[in-house]
C-alpha cells in the first residue's frame, strides 16, 4: 500500500510505502573533518562552477578550495532529519523524504556491488566545511571523495532545479541524489580516482564520462528500485521518470551556459550536455545493469 501525502502538488510527488521504516544514521550533522585539498564532484567542475556563479553571484572559490573557516549551520528544518524514522514522517516533515531516497539508493548498492560501503547524507545551509574544502550552498548538491559523504542544502535544491528551468518534484531530486551516490561507487571502485588524473574539458573528456557514468548509474537504481526488500519508496511510474529525465536534461552543460547568457562552448564541458546526460540515464534505466555503464571505453556518448 502507497501513503499520500496531503496538501503538497500530487504531480511532483513520488509514491511511499505506507509502514516503511526509515534510517536516520544514514544523515551526518552537516559537515565532515577537514583532511585536504580533495575536489568535491557532481557539484564541483571549475567551468560549471563559474557559470553557476554567474547565474547565482556567489564566490566560486568557495567549492574550489577556499579556506574561510567560517562553521556549516545544519539551519532550519534539515537538523531535524534525525527525527526521521518512518514514511508517514514525511507527512509531517516533507524533508524526511530525503532518507528515503538515500536509504532506498544505498539499500540498492548493498545489494549490487561487493563491499559498498553505507555513507551519509549531510543537509546544511548557507555553506558547510568539508574533508573537499569549503562549499556554499549555491554549488548545488555535491560528494566530497576525501570524506565519502554527500553534501546538499534541501531548500537551495529545489531553487537550482527551479532556475535552471526544470519541473523538480521528488524524482528529481532523487534523481540528483543517486547521482552522487554514483560518484560514491565510483570512489569505491576507484573509476574516479583514474578518471582524475586527466583534469582535460570537453565532450569526451574524463570528467564528462565519469558525470555521464554517475548519471546511468542513478538510472539502475530507477530501474531496480521496485526489487529493494522493505524500501520506503514505492514503483516508480512514468510521470517519475519524466521528472528524472527532465533534471538530467536542466543540469547539461550546454543548456547552464546558455541560461548564463552566454553561447555553447562544448570545449569547457565537464558534465556532458543535456542529451548526453538523459541518454545515459536512460540507459541506466533501460538495462538496470551498472556493467552497461561504462562510459570509458565508447566513443558513442549520446
Same mark, same amino acid.
Given at each position: 500500500m502507497v501513503i499520500t501525502i496531503t496538501g503538497q502538488d500530487e504531480e511532483t510527488i513520488m509514491q511511499y510505502e505506507d509502514g516503511a521504516k526509515l534510517d536516520p544514521s544514514q544523515v551526518g550533522g552537516g559537515g565532515g573533518g577537514r583532511r585536504g585539498g580533495g575536489i568535491a564532484i557532481g557539484g564541483g567542475g571549475a567551468i560549471v562552477v563559474v557559470i553557476l556563479a554567474l547565474i547565482f553571484g556567489f564566490d566560486p572559490s568557495a567549492i574550489l578550495g577556499g579556506d574561510s573557516q567560517q562553521p556549516a549551520d545544519p539551519g532550519g528544518g534539515q537538523s531535524t532529519l534525525q527525527n526521521c524514522q518512518s514514511v508517514e514522517d514525511i507527512e509531517k516533515d516533507r524533508n524526511c523524504r530525503y532518507?528515503?531516497?538515500?536509504?532506498?539508493?544505498?539499500?540498492?548498492?548493498? +545489494?549490487?556491488?561487493?563491499?559498498?560501503?553505507?555513507?551519509?547524507?549531510?543537509?546544511?545551509?548557507?555553506?558547510?566545511?568539508?574533508?573537499?574544502?569549503?562549499?556554499?550552498?549555491?554549488?548545488?548538491?555535491?560528494y566530497c571523495p576525501e570524506d565519502q559523504q554527500?553534501?546538499? #542544502?534541501?531548500?537551495?535544491? &529545489?531553487?537550482?532545479?527551479?532556475?535552471?528551468?526544470?519541473?523538480?518534484?521528488?524524482?528529481?531530486?532523487?534523481?540528483?541524489?543517486?547521482?552522487e551516490f554514483g560518484h560514491h561507487v565510483q570512489n569505491l571502485t576507484g573509476v574516479m580516482a583514474e578518471a582524475q588524473r586527466d583534469r582535460s574539458t570537453g565532450p569526451k573528456s574524463a570528467g564528462v564520462r565519469?558525470?555521464?557514468?554517475? #548519471?546511468?548509474?542513478?538510472?539502475?537504481?530507477?530501474?531496480?528500485?521496485?526489487?529493494?526488500?522493505?524500501?520506503?519508496?514505492?514503483?516508480?511510474?512514468?510521470?517519475?521518470?519524466?521528472?528524472?529525465?527532465?533534471?538530467?536534461?536542466?543540469?547539461? #552543460?550546454?543548456?547552464?551556459?546558455?541560461?548564463?547568457?552566454?553561447?555553447?562552448?562544448?570545449?569547457?564541458?565537464?558534465?556532458?550536455?543535456?542529451?548526453?546526460?538523459?541518454?545515459?540515464?536512460?540507459?541506466?534505466?533501460? +538495462?538496470?545493469?551498472?556493467?552497461?555503464? &561504462?562510459?570509458?571505453?565508447?566513443? #558513442?556518448?549520446?
Open positions: 532518507v528515503a531516497y538515500t536509504n532506498s539508493i544505498q539499500a540498492y548498492w548493498e +545489494t549490487k556491488l561487493e563491499g559498498y560501503q553505507v555513507t551519509k547524507i549531510n543537509p546544511f545551509s548557507g555553506q558547510v566545511s568539508t574533508a573537499c574544502g569549503q562549499a556554499s550552498s549555491e554549488v548545488g548538491p555535491f554527500v553534501y546538499l #542544502d534541501i531548500d537551495f535544491l &529545489d531553487q537550482l532545479l527551479s532556475q535552471l528551468g526544470a519541473q523538480g518534484g521528488d524524482a528529481a531530486e532523487a534523481y540528483v541524489l543517486a547521482h565519469l558525470e555521464l557514468q554517475a #548519471d546511468c548509474l542513478a538510472g539502475t537504481w530507477f530501474a531496480n528500485e521496485k526489487n529493494i526488500a522493505d524500501s520506503p519508496i514505492g514503483d516508480f511510474t512514468e510521470q517519475d521518470l519524466a521528472a528524472a529525465v527532465d533534471a538530467a536534461r536542466a543540469v547539461g #552543460d550546454d543548456h547552464i551556459q546558455e541560461q548564463s547568457g552566454g553561447g555553447v562552448n562544448p570545449d569547457g564541458w565537464t558534465h556532458g550536455s543535456s542529451e548526453q546526460r538523459k541518454h545515459w540515464l536512460q540507459i541506466g534505466y533501460s +538495462t538496470g545493469d551498472p556493467n552497461k555503464c &561504462d562510459t570509458f571505453s565508447t566513443d #558513442d556518448l549520446g
